[in-house]
């Protein structure tokens, strides 16, 4: 799990302008068809929604956020399907969970984006010529298979307005080797929309880690290390930013918050403390590299999606899926063995300290539960519990 930061939509043009608008990807070598024709930005004349977006001072501006606000309190009422679809709303219908989560975190933002989602979604299937398929489980942007003009299977990824990291995502693709990564077709910056490669059949590492854990740690111990000969950019992520940015003591935690839990935050800073000042790496890095990251392929056994772009120590990519997708005692009873011989076996192949491992692997898990603190305003508890066990594991 990897935090998903809050946007502010007046900002959004400025933000995106770390990578061009759009590129292409080694098309040629992607498909037998003519892809170039799927670069290019949507003419301004059929983005009216998206433009009072970023500029929500101006007439349109004003009344797209006014009509944000009515969709709002229609969803804090939480809306059923049949009840979302009276909105006069054209389009794929999304999840509940969906657009409470976005307008959770991103208030008149959101729902400025949600409203002129349906409208983006036609201007990019006609511009780039696709057809758009039911989206997959969302999270918080919105990702659906499509099919290009030539058959091919592709992704169409659009994120919230003013989010910056789909253009560190995007930036990414086109560095980190295709032979680990699916290749990213185009990108449009003024949109926060890409069009990559789908990974085909594209079943998670899970489906391996189910039959054999093992194996599934050495698989993906391959991927780290084709991602990790990428070189870093300007617009990567700084991975001790990130951490400082989440272990602020002037962080607001919630009444349900025990003392044993803030024990645990305290003990994640101090061993944070510890790990910075021993070393010190500027590796490209995933930052969130787990079991759904990464998907069965054709072309290559496994291909990764959706990275962090971030730079930092390697040991902190490793963490992330030593705790991935472990939850609950009951629901994991052997996960103090998983962790122990993942991390032993990624330290083994990739020539790092498993303790290290560990130690990362601690406090990504309070991490986890402090940027869910901060996005929606309490603990999942799950994040805790692994913590619990790794500190017991660390001694």
């Excluded at 942007?141 to 003009?149: C, D, E, F, H, I």
């Excluded at 300007?234 to 951490?243: E, H, I, W």
Aim: glycine share 8%.
């Amino acid at each position: 799990m990897f935090r998903h930061r809050k946007v502010d939509c007046a900002f959004s043009a400025e933000k995106y302008q770390a990578v061009p608008d759009v590129f292409l990807k080694r098309s040629s070598s992607y498909s037998t068809g003519d892809l170039s024709k799927l670069g290019g930005p949507i003419p301004r004349a059929n983005r009216p929604l998206q433009e009072s977006c970023r500029n929500p001072e101006s007439k349109s501006g004003k009344k797209a956020f006014e009509s944000g606000k009515r969709l709002i309190r229609a969803c804090i009422a939480a809306p059923s399907r049949s009840n979302i679809a009276s909105m006069d709303m054209t389009g794929p219908i999304l999840p509940d969970a969906f657009r409470n989560r976005v307008l959770q975190m991103h208030g008149d933002t959101g729902a400025c984006w949600l409203d002129g989602l349906p409208e983006l979604i036609s201007n990019l299937s006609d511009t780039w010529a696709l057809s758009v398929g039911s989206p997959f489980d969302l999270s918080y942007n919105y990702v659906a298979p499509a099919r290009g003009p030539d058959g091919e299977s592709l992704v169409l990824k659009i994120a919230v307005s003013g989010d910056r990291q789909i253009a560190r995502e995007a930036a990414a693709l086109m560095r980190v080797s295709d032979s680990c990564s699916v290749r990213l077709v185009t990108f449009d910056g003024s949109h926060g929309a890409m069009l990559t490669e789908r990974a085909m059949p594209g079943d998670s590492l899970s489906v391996l880690a189910d039959r054999s854990d093992h194996a599934a740690s050495e698989a993906i111990g391959e991927i780290f290390e084709c991602i990790w000969n990428t070189s870093p950019d300007a617009t990567d992520t700084s991975l001790s930013s990130v951490m400082e940015e989440t272990f602020l003591p002037s962080l607001q935690l919630p009444e349900s918050i025990n003392l044993a839990q803030l024990e645990l935050i305290e003990g994640a800073r101090v061993i944070l403390r510890r790990l910075s000042l021993e070393a010190e790496e500027s590796t490209f890095l995933h930052g969130d590299l787990h079991h759904g990251n990464l998907l069965s392929a054709q072309r290559s056994p496994w291909l990764m999606i959706d990275p962090k772009a971030m730079v930092g120590e390697r040991c902190f990519d490793v963490a992330g899926y030593v705790i991935s997708p472990l939850r609950s005692s009951t629901e994991t009873p052997n996960r103090r063995e998983l962790m122990v011989n993942r991390s032993t076996v990624l330290a083994g192949q990739l020539g790092l300290d498993p303790s290290r491992i560990l130690s990362w692997a601690f406090i990504r898990a309070v991490a986890a539960e402090l940027w869910n603190i901060e996005d929606h305003g309490t603990q999942m508890g799950t994040g805790f519990q692994l913590a619990e066990t790794l500190e017991e594991i660390i001694g």
